[in-house]
């Protein structure tokens, strides 16, 4: 087996310093392609009688989505349509709102599964209130 040459270790030990060390952040093939934390920015509606919480369908718009984001409301994932790069949807329940009060609502974004390479990617917006009369 033949050893790599030694006029070739220093661009050998560049190369593995470019590929590993930046991570996702600067276009690492080892990596995939980088996921941003996504963003949000507004909710189809703010406010929703208790009454109308049953099957309403949530539109939830912000920037940075892509197909493996989620929205989720008070620490409960929901399934999620991804309608676009700026704009999913969820159905809500009772079962998930039980009565008059806020709930907090975000978009997650799963970081990749190189993380063992240094990248880093993904994460959750802030949170917008969604208010149940």
Do not use: Y
């Amino acid at each position: 087996m033949n050893r790599i040459h030694p006029s070739l270790r220093p661009l050998s030990t560049l190369l593995l310093a470019v590929l590993v060390l930046q991570g996702c952040n600067a276009l690492n093939p080892l990596c995939g392609s980088a996921r941003p934390s996504p963003s949000i920015s507004n909710l189809s509606a703010t406010s929703i009688p208790f009454a109308q919480v049953q099957g309403f369908l949530l539109t939830v718009n912000g920037s940075h989505i892509v197909a493996s984001s989620v929205v989720v409301i008070n620490g409960t994932t929901l399934s999620t349509q991804v309608v676009s790069s700026s704009q999913l949807q969820v159905t809500l329940t009772t079962a998930l709102l039980t009565g008059p009060g806020t709930a907090s609502v975000t978009i997650k974004t799963p970081s990749g599964n190189s993380a063992d390479l240094g990248c880093t990617s993904g994460g959750t917006s802030q949170a917008l209130t969604l208010t149940i009369t």
